[in-house]
């Protein structure tokens, strides 16, 4: 069974960046037809799609946060990595990362992470 498990700083200060880490076990994320996505949810509000990485490591920025967003991997380490840059308070959110099927379907959560972004 893959499990995701997110981590980071938690509080952030306006300007500063902020990086995340989703931990993934039982299964590698560089399984074939495969998508490990992260996403986040802002307060009183829905989902938004991040971005997302393929198994092979290409990747897919939404264009909305492209600019202050940069996605990686550590193979050796079976992990995940979200990097926000200049964030401001609109960056306030629980992040997820999540894993998808060839269709972007997500068939596994994270159980998330909360960043503040907070003077």
């Known amino acids: 069974q893959v499990r995701l498990q997110e981590s980071g700083p938690g509080l952030v200060k306006p300007s500063q960046s902020v990086s995340l880490t989703c931990t993934v076990s039982?299964?590698?994320?560089?399984?074939?037809?495969?998508?490990w996505a992260w996403i986040r949810q802002l307060p009183g509000k829905g989902f938004e799609w991040i971005a997302h990485?393929?198994?092979?490591?290409?990747?897919y920025y939404n264009p909305a946060l492209q600019s202050r967003t940069s996605i990686s991997r550590d193979t050796s380490k079976n992990e995940l990595a979200l990097r926000l840059s200049s964030v401001t308070p609109e960056a306030t959110a629980v992040y997820f990362c999540?894993?998808?099927?060839?269709?972007?379907?997500?068939?596994?959560w994270g159980q998330g992470t909360q960043v503040t972004a907070s003077s």
């Open positions: 039982g299964g590698s994320i560089t399984t074939a037809y495969t998508y």
């Open positions: 999540a894993r998808t099927d060839n269709n972007l379907l997500i068939d596994t």
């Open positions: 990485m393929f198994a092979n490591g290409d990747t």
